[in-house]
Each structure stands twice: as C-alpha cells, then as structure tokens.
C-alpha cells in the first residue's frame, strides 16, 4: 500500500541558522542510489508551495522543503535581504542538516537562489532543476541613450515607495486575500488549481511580525549577477521545467537564453503557468523522477556523503 505524506505545520522542525529559527520539512527516507532533493519557494511562498511535490515524491527519494529565510514559518528578522544571503542559508542547510549533497528545484526566485548556489557553492549541488526561475541576463548595450528623465523618475518613484510608511500601505494591499487570489488567478492557467488552501498559505505568514519589514527589505536587495554569468560557471546537470503559459516571462524566449549558455540541459514545457510543479504536480513529479533517477545511474559517484549530518 502506497503511503501518502500530508504537510502541515506538525510534521516539520526548526533549524537554527545565524541565531534564526528556519523552518523545512522532510519526507521519504535516503536512498543509497539517488540524491536527496531539496524543494526552494518563489517570493511569498513557503514549504507549502511544494506540498503536492513532497507527497508525490517521498515514495521514492527522500525530499526536503525548506522555508527561505523572511518567508513562511522561517524566522522574519530586520535584515539586508539578498539572493547572497539565502544562497548561504541553502549551502549550510545541505552540508550542516542534509550531509549530502542535493538536487536543488526551486521555483521563481528560489530558482534563481538555486542557480546561484550551484554556481558559487557546487560543493551541496549535485544537480539543479530550474522551474520558471527569475534572474535577468545580461542585455547588449541599446544604440540609443537612455531618458535620463525616465531613470530620475523610476528612481524617485522607487525610493518613494520604499520609505517606511507607503512600502507597509503597500504591503497590506497586495497582502489582501481576494488580491492574493487575483494575482494567483492570473499566473495559473488551471483556475481549479487556486484554492482556499493556497491563497491561505500565502496570506497566513503575511501575519507574522516583521513581514512588512522584510517585504521592503527584499525590494531594496541588490538584483545579483546575471543568469547568464552563473550558468557559465556550472558544472552540475540541469533540468529546467518550464510553464509555457507563464503571462510573468517568455518562456520559449527565456528557455533559449539558458540553452545558449548551458546546451546540455535537458528541458520541458508543460501547460501551465508561472508555478507548474503546483499546477499540475503529476507532470512534474514524473518528469522529475526519470530525470533524476537517470542522474543517479549516471553520476554515481557524485551522491557519496560528502559532510558529516548533524540529523534533526
């Protein structure tokens, strides 16, 4: 009989991270044969986010999620928030927790966190799967010159918004469930797939203190290297599974960007829109199995344990 693995707030732990409580749940038991693979959420998201995913796949590997730190249950301090910052929490968690190296899968921004990671700290990688990341790369130099009256403008516009009192307004604007839904509504192609349960998921860590705080934080964060300068320093195999309906970003166009830099990578295009491992979980789990398990046959040797586990 196939057991099924629910994710609530009882079945996951607490690591303590540079004197923060990070949240991450864990499913499945260790494979000799296959590496562990670790789940990372886009901006607003948590562990919840990759609910269908851990049950889908605990069967056969053992699957962790972790909340990144600012988000979900994870603790919500007033830092400088970076891709930087989150790259060193995911690198710690894998050598210090996991003691494996992992397949990272992360959506969105936890895509680019992930490709960040597998490019500066490949020693905790050891393969990557890219879910409609986010990320720029670097654009050829426009042969006309700037507005300098557009630049001052954003600029302004920005720093306005980002002073204390309008970022918290806007804060509990976009934090609104019916907005929350509306937005999700928008990015999923399949509108059964945009639950009660998911705009709560998103909606209940707003409430937590300091999520306003860190909301402005993040939108204050360097924007980072560039896709293209991190997937030149790769070594790991890479899976990118895309949402073709994504109204956020092209991903036809996007998926060529990668495939440019990185032309071994295996890639696929679901219907569906930004979240497709949400959407429709069946698909991805199944295309995140056989790529793995492929992974495994023919990288053995790099899933050997590589740390010494301080096990939860």
Not at 174 to 199: F, H
Not at 229 to 241: A, D, G, R, Y
Request: net charge negative.
């Amino acid at each position: 009989m196939t057991m099924q693995v629910r994710i609530t707030s009882s079945t996951g732990a607490y690591w303590q991270w540079r004197g923060q409580s990070i949240y991450y749940v864990k499913a499945g038991q260790r494979q000799t044969n296959k590496p562990p693979l670790l789940l990372i959420h886009g901006f607003g998201a948590s562990t919840d986010h990759w609910r269908k995913n851990v049950e889908g796949l605990c069967n056969e590997f053992e699957v962790w999620a972790i909340d990144l730190l600012g988000f979900g249950r994870s603790a919500k301090p007033e830092w400088e928030y970076s891709a930087d910052v989150w790259r060193d929490q995911i690198h710690d968690f894998v050598t210090q927790v996991m003691g494996q190296p992992a397949v990272l899968a992360g959506n969105s921004i936890g895509g680019y966190v992930s490709l960040l990671t597998g490019a500066t700290r490949s020693d905790a990688v050891a393969g990557l799967i890219l879910v409609n990341p986010a990320g720029s790369f670097t654009e050829a130099p426009s042969p006309t010159k700037p507005d300098p009256f557009r630049e001052v403008f954003f600029n302004l516009a920005r720093s306005m918004i980002l002073l204390p009192v309008p970022s918290y307004l806007l804060f509990q604007y976009v934090r609104q469930r019916s907005l929350i839904r509306r937005t999700l509504s928008q990015v999923y192609l399949d509108q059964s797939a945009v639950t009660d349960e998911l705009v709560e998921d998103i909606y209940r860590p707003s409430c937590d203190e300091g999520a306003a705080k860190v909301f402005a934080a993040v939108f204050k964060a360097p924007s980072g290297e560039k896709n293209d300068v991190l997937i030149e320093q790769l070594t790991c195999p890479l899976l990118m599974v895309w949402g073709e309906g994504d109204p956020w970003m092209n991903a036809r166009e996007r998926g060529a960007r990668f495939r440019q830099h990185y032309p071994t990578l295996t890639e696929y295009y679901l219907q569906a829109g930004h979240c497709p491992h949400d959407e429709v979980p069946h698909q991805f789990n199944a295309l995140v199995r056989d790529w793995v398990v492929s992974l495994s046959q023919r990288t053995t040797s790099a899933i050997e344990p590589d740390f010494a586990t301080d096990s939860p």
